[in-house]
């Protein structure tokens, strides 16, 4: 929003001395965001005067047309001015650059010899004084306006301050001067002038101006129209008028129109002008018809959407309602008759029609943010004012009115309730005074207030928004910013202190950390071959998703997941292993709907407890995946692909930082490959999984050929007790291999827990260094090699001591398992 400050007085009362560094501080203090500050006046130095052109002299022979113009600048003799320009007549006031005189972009003006004449000086446009874009001819001044010799600035707005607000879309009454003027009084204490009080309303007979029918009072709750009859096509926008659009940044187009756009600037209320003569029946608001189309005024044909709210006439549509009208019904050249329109359209609607369309518009910008239904009338009775003086109409006393506007609702609140928010102290009176101050209406009884907002403020809808009102025109600068006291607490709890440690572990194994976003599509779980049934099936969707095609919260980590793994392999990287640690989402069927808290307070135990049944159950998962080579090459040999195994070893890097012991067996569980899927279990409680994903969810998640993945759920593993360190023995060990044949079937883990059951308490670690299966063993048949280490707490084993464990060891084995020692 672009105002100038000479505006802006109109309607308030400034200090005398007010420059462009107290009007920024007097914005910002009441929360408006100052984006520039423009001094129109330091843009243009040195004599720029108003002439009138006394004769005009059509040079000859030249490849454009060309005029000496004698300029009477208020000197004994008229300046000779060489101008292209052909807007303008002998007689007419125009705006003359001297000699001496420097234009923006530092352009120097000077006296000097052209097309045979010499030129002391030059008669400007408005692009060439930086007041507007229009460069299609020489400003004319009003004949009235001023007289030869006068200082032209203040005449053009060159003695002006420009100001350019960003509007947040909390604050849409301060799209217009009207909002803006208020607000400055606000800040500086001065006396305000409400334009819209300041309107004569139109004597009305009883008549309609024309007939209207409003069949969607949601979307339209109040449509005003007053007609002007007899207007002078011909008429000018007046130079005060145009320069006050130009400063807005609204282009000239015709008298009606300019004055619509000047009505919206001063009093925040859009408006549209028609052509009597081309409207063809009642006008009707209603919402669009499939199939229906409209050719808007920048020369657009649109097909419409149902959802749109249009005015239709006995032709059809006419305009595409609160955003741009329609070409048949335009005010062109020929008009005469001119109806105002001013309505109060729902906002949403607005909002989706504007992005539906990509058709942004002053208007709708206003619209989509809320307008004073209330202003209507006089916006109108204000616009058909100015045309009747300028344009020489008569003003219909007929006036149309529909009316179906609801009164905003009170608020309650308590009065400590601003100074409970800020921990400032505000007396009653002066919350009073504040809450007076914006317009609403209060009545008090005791403690308590009952608040009506004004209809301009469409903002205010809890107690919160007036507590935020008191303390924006108390003052931001008088709450003292003081760091609150942390309470005390006791540190991290279990299952933080588990997922740091976890993070930790893997990242010390090589992982890199992921940190991807919880949502997730149908089209991934079909990927990843999860079936109809599952629980993974079941996600929460979103009422409001950041993509359609992400809809839904995740149940299971992978998705994602594998999203940033073909990401990273998408960017050049070979070789990755990702983790990511955190919450999916599973709900137990549909969650009931709770009323939403209000904001007044914290909510209560029984909304608490509500919200608390509203949330679906959020278990913490660990998932890792891995592509490429799990051993890099180099110099020292050759590098190995990561498998299944990998897979299970970052699991059970998991369950050794959680501190719990990792069973693995075989399992076929979506969307790892059914005879390289391990089931990780706790207990006989299943944890999780890991293994080497299946080749064709490979395929269609673009991912490399045997990339291998685990997930497991950490709200399942249990928490370990209190851990009791080892008892170190500072003697030595003894080492003895043993190589088992079993049946190919055999898990390695049932036979390494029957090896660590037999052999005792002397056993301190069994690992697995060696499998082998060939024809020396026969069919079905493989061999397992494990280290077996063996060292007493007290004393030095002999050898008797060690075997006789290994035979123990190897005996539980054989018995439970059929195991047989290779070579016996």
Partial sequence: MRVSLSWLREHVDLPAGLDGDGLEKALVKVGLEVEELHDAGASVSGPLVVGRVESIEELQGLKKPIRYCLVDVGNEQPQGIICGARNFAEGDLVVVALPGAVLPGDFTISARKTYGRVSNGMICSGEELGVSDDHDGIIVLS?????????????????????????TPDRGYCFSVRGIARELSHSLGGAYRDPVAAVVPIEGDGSDAYPIEVLDSIACDRFTAVAVRGVDPAA???????????????????????????????????????????LTGPLVVRRAEAGEKLTTLDGVNRVLDPEDIVIADGAGVVSLAAVMGGTTTEVSPATVDVLFEAAHWDPRSVARTIRRHKLPSEAGKRYERGVDPQITAAACARAAALLAEHGGGTVSTGVTDVYAVVPPASITMSVRRPSQLAGVEYAPERVLEILAMIGTQVVADGDRLTVTPPSWRHDLNDPADLAEEVLRLDGYDRIPSVLPIAPPGRGLTALQRRRRTIGRALADAGYVEALCWPFVGTPALDALRVPDGDPRREALLLRNPLSDEEPALRTTLLPPLFAALRRNLG????????????????????????PAAGVDGPPSDEERAGIDANLPHQPWHVATVIAGEADPAGWWGGGRAADWADAVESARTVA?????????????????????????????????????????????????????????DLDAVPLPGVSIAPRLSNFPTALIDVALVVDAATPAGEVEAALAEGAGPLLESVRLFDVYAGQQLGEGRKSLAYKLTFRAPDRTLTGEEALAARDAAVAVAADRLGAVLRGA
């Fill in 236 to 278: 000018p926008t007046p130079q005060w008028m145009k320069q006050r659009l130009a400063t807005a940044g609204i282009r000239t187009i015709s008298l009606p129109v300019d004055i619509t756009n000047y009505v919206m600037i001063e009093m925040g209320q859009p408006m549209h002008a028609w052509d009597l003569g081309q």
């Fill in 571 to 594: 960017r050049g990287l070979k070789d990755v292993a990702l983790f990511e640690i955190g919450p999916v989402f599973l709900p137990a069927g549909p969650l009931p709907v709770f």
């Fill in 143 to 167: 004949p009235d306006s001023a007289k030869p010799g006068d200082e032209a600035r203040p005449i053009v707005g060159l003695g002006d301050i420009v100001v350019e607000i960003n509007v």
């Fill in 656 to 712: 050794a930082a959680a501190g719990v012991t990792l069973t693995v067996r075989a399992a076929n569980y979506a969307p790892w490959h059914p005879g390289r899927c391990a089931a990780l279990l706790v207990g006989d409680v299943v944890v999780g999984h890991a293994g080497e994903l299946h080749p064709a969810v490979c395929a269609d998640l673009d991912l490399p050929r045997r990339t291998v993945a685990m997930e497991l």
